[in-house]
């Protein structure tokens, strides 16, 4: 949905909820999710409105709907006669991303794998035509990846470079897909992820400052750009998406993490999410247990224990490697996992969650609407482990229901700064 307020008039907040929430391996259950799940929640929440939705088309989908007329025409009737309009897209997971055993695979392919470049480029390409074709079409399209791969996977610098090399060929693709075309402005979010080739904030800006560097001479060599306006577009088109949970699961500081996130360029978007915190873990057993009960064969789930008295952290891939260096970790006077949870829960079963960090990143970018690209806020819940949460996490109601309260939460913060649906 789109936001406006009236001391801001010439900027505006879209809020949406990414479809990777519901799994969709093909194009017929990708429709089916957007019937059952975010027909019902636009009528509830913005009737009469638009419906601003985060996409997430896995690689064999993104593929047909960039070359099938007939598939494309399928998704974009469906969106454009709902008013629903494709904002954001998540272009991190590749496929399968609900299937067990994924784990670190979610990653794959790298940014040195050209498969990823082709994702990318497709799912850009897709979600730009699509948002054209909308109700209401945005200033600008923001589309989210991961930061280069797996930290695990990383040889040092050589692999480093040849992760920004492939982004470098992305921001030209981008720009190639947008030039000389009237409409909505493409824009590349990095997620920096706990564990990855950027774990935090301050890593990946370190890297989007070589990125862009690449990015900039090959909009040169390619697309005839002059220098500074290669520069220019290569800060435009390789930007950060800020995940809040990632950033509270390594104790970033929010005003911090948003002052990162728009180092070199602004912000592509903030998703939207908690994580799960245990305090004074060696004196709470019971919800310990909770805590180490939540491993399963999905997705990652990295935690990060901060050692009391300032003495650092402790630092684990997932779950399932904290019991064979218990002592370590009980020593630590917080633990943070990332779980993503729904952002208006503030406690489960003894465990509480990082919501205040969410609130404070939000508050962050909301105090700066000058720094938007193209006026525009991207804001995007994504809560995709929801099939996994315990029932007094997921609360009363099914899905829909559950997802409505993260809404209204949301909405609640926002109107709370002024900001009201149009």
Known sequence: MRLKHPDFPDRSVWLGYCLNLHPGEDLPAILQGIREITLPLRERLAPGAVFGVGLYLPASVARILASDSDAF?????????????????????????????????????????????????????????????????????????????????????????????????????????????????????????PRASAGDSAELAEFLVVARMRAARVLREDQGLDAAHAEQVAGEMLSTCLDTC???????????????????????????????????????????????GLDEPCYLHQVTGRRANGGGHERASDLNELPGDLDAWLACNEWRCHFHVPVNLVEMQGLTTTRAELEGILDAALDHPDSWPAGELHLELETYTWNLLPAAARGEGGLVDGIEREYRHALDRLAKRGWRIQ
Do not use: C, I, M
Not at 87 to 95: C, D, E, L, V
């Open 73 to 193: 025409d399928s998704l974009a009737g469906l969106l454009r006669e709902n008013s629903l309009v494709p904002f954001t897209a998540n272009s991190f997971p590749f496929g399968n991303f609900h299937t067990e055993g994924l784990k670190a695979d979610v990653y794959a392919p790298a940014w040195d794998d050209p498969r990823r470049l082709e994702f990318t480029l497709d799912v850009a390409g897709v979600t730009r035509r699509l948002a054209l074709d909308s109700a209401q079409v945005p200033a600008r399209v923001s589309v989210s990846t991961h930061p280069g791969g797996y930290g695990a996977w990383s040889e040092g610098p050589a692999t480093l470079h040849a992760y920004s090399r492939g982004l470098a060929q992305a921001a030209s693709g981008l720009w190639a897909l947008q030039a000389g075309e009237s409409g909505p402005r493409l824009s590349l979010g990095l997620e920096a992820e």
């Open 246 to 292: 990632h950033a509270a699961v390594e104790f970033e500081v929010p005003s911090h993490a948003w002052r990162n996130a728009n180092l070199g360029g602004a912000a592509s978007k903030v998703q939207l999410s908690s994580a799960l915190v245990l305090r004074e873990p060696a004196d709470h057993e019971d919800a310990r247990n909770v805590f180490l």
